[in-house]
């Protein structure tokens, strides 16, 4: 399928497209080729005011809006993207680098599911918290990553317009075409004007938003370190705050597991989007009876990952997002080889052009070491051992992060015991990196505060 992207393309200001105030355009590429696909407008202090004007303007209106007008809006949003789900499915693929496979299955049939779960909940706030008048909290700045781009701009923009707040979202600089797409949507379903926002740009235009002193609330997803610099920026002010932030997920595997499966849940923890994923399942714990077999299994298995051209439908592992991205992660192998744990790599040939890492396995590798702790962010994975439930509980638990844990067991009772001593967020078992919209998403420690989805994520659009 070709899709038509624009050589530039404005900002998205009061419904309709504008072109910057200081005139500068940055470019946005594909990370499999390096080519140019369009210049996008560089957000500058007065385009991230003209922004807020207009959405504390349309929320007069918005706010009074009757509920069910509004869950019409969001509807019909999502019918849209649902008709042209295939078209934004290979935009998101060509500017993030991610398989066609895993944009049209699981991005975005997530995206249209999001806007269809929160249309239902429009004229149900009243019924969803008992004795409360739900408010909405005015203007609310949002800012979101480069790894689900599309994704990450529906779980803001759903839950914030179905409470009845208006919305100035700013896109990752490397990935702004699906948001700019979404924004063509929200014309063609005639949502109000000034509703949604969005300004293109980088650090500095989402510096400039979340800290612009007509806001009411910002909702941020990204890095645990601009996170911190965000909650300082806030902390002074009258605005409300939502971190989503990185991740170091355990996904741990008891001798009693269905194996097979769960190496399965191993790739689909680490490899899925290029391990480019905050909840990824990057530390493996694996019961000591079974440790060899495993990695061996995991081994065979990474092997026959196809690593290459993110358009083609056979493709599991795509490109990394940006250059700085992959320059990171190589930092992480390096430290890992001199951290001496074992290295294992898919020693596939990489493309000539374009940001590549190889699927990358370090095994036997001490708590303590570098790769255990930090978030690396790509597909590299470690594996550690344990001995007892307790033990994994102990290694599972000494990180400074908390969104999410994977647990293999075919005994109930261990599942469920796990999930409660587990200090995390989501706790899958018997699968991993599984969403919807229903159910919350969120972290604990320094993975960040609020959720996302469901009658939790409400909560944090609502006074
Ligand atoms: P980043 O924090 O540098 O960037 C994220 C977004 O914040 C981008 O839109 C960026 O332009 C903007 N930004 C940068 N500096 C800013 C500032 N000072 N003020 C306001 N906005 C600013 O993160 P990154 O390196 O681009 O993305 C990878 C990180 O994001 C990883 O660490 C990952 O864990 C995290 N992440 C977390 C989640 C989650 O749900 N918890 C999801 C995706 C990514
Ligand atoms: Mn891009």
Redesign the pocket.
């Known amino acids: 399928m070709k899709v038509e992207i624009a050589p530039e393309y404005g900002h998205f200001i009061n419904g309709r497209f504008v072109a910057p105030q200081s005139g500068e355009h940055f470019e946005s590429i594909n990370p499999a080729t390096e080519e140019t696909l369009s210049r996008l407008a560089n957000g500058s202090g007065a385009d991230v005011d003209g922004a807020v004007v207009a959405a504390r303007k349309a929320f007069k209106r918005w706010s009074r809006c009757r509920a069910q007008e509004r869950a019409g809006y969001l509807f019909r949003i999502a019918r849209r993207i649902q008709e042209r789900a295939r078209e934004l499915a290979v935009l998101e693929t060509v500017d993030c680098g991610k398989p066609i496979r895993e944009s049209r299955d699981v991005d975005l049939p997530l995206v249209a599911q999001h806007f269809f779960h929160h249309a239902g909940w429009c004229d149900k706030l009243a019924w969803a918290f008992p004795g409360r008048s739900p408010e909405p909290l005015g203007v609310c700045a949002q800012?979101?990553?480069?790894?689900?781009p599309l994704l990450?701009a529906a779980w803001k923009i759903a839950p914030a317009i179905a409470c009845g707040n208006t919305v100035v979202l700013?896109?990752?600089?490397?990935t702004s075409l699906t948001a700019l797409r979404l924004a063509e949507i929200l014309q063609e379903v005639e949502l109000p004007p000034g509703v949604v926002n969005i300004i293109t740009?980088?650090?500095?235009?989402?510096?400039a938003?979340?800290?612009h002193a007509d806001v009411d609330k910002v909702a941020?997803?990204?890095?645990?370190?601009?996170?911190k610099?965000?909650a300082a920026?806030c902390a002074p002010t009258r605005k409300r705050l939502t971190?989503?932030?990185?991740?170091k997920s355990p996904n741990i595997i008891f001798a009693d597991a269905a194996i097979d499966q769960a190496v399965e849940g191993v790739v689909a923890g680490i490899f899925f989007n290029q391990g480019?994923?905050?909840?990824a399942g990057s530390r493996v714990l694996i019961e000591e009876s079974v440790l060899e077999e495993v990695v061996e299994k995991l081994k065979r298995r990474m092997k026959n990952l196809r690593l290459g051209d993110p358009l083609d439908k056979n493709t599991d592992v795509g490109a990394i997002?940006?250059k700085?991205?992959l320059e990171?992660i190589q930092r992480y192998l390096e430290i890992g080889a001199s951290e001496a744990a074992k290295r294992f790599d898919t020693n596939c040939p990489l493309p000539s052009r374009g940001y590549w890492c190889r699927p990358t396995l370090f095994t036997g590798v001490q708590p303590a070491a570098t790769i255990a702790r930090e978030?690396i962010?790509g597909p590299v994975v470690c594996t550690m051992s344990f001995r007892t439930a307790e033990e994994a509980v102990e290694r599972a638990n000494n990180t400074n992060y908390g969104?999410s844990a994977g647990v293999w067991t075919q005994k109930g009772s261990k599942a469920l015991w796990m999930a409660r001593q587990l200090k995390a967020g989501v706790v899958w078992c018997n699968t991993f990196n599984e969403f919807d919209a229903a159910s919350p998403?969120?972290?604990w420690k320094e993975?960040?505060f609020g959720r996302?989805g469901g009658r939790a994520g409400l909560l944090a659009y609502l006074q």
Do not use: H, Y
Request: with cysteine; hydrophobic share 30%.
């Open positions: 800012v979101i990553p480069w790894n689900f990450m700013k896109p990752a600089e490397t740009g980088d650090g500095e235009t989402g510096r938003l979340t800290e941020f997803t990204g890095s645990t370190e601009v996170g610099r965000i920026a971190l989503e932030l990185g991740g480019e994923v905050c909840c997002n940006s700085r991205q990171t978030e962010f969104l998403f969120g972290g993975s960040g996302e």
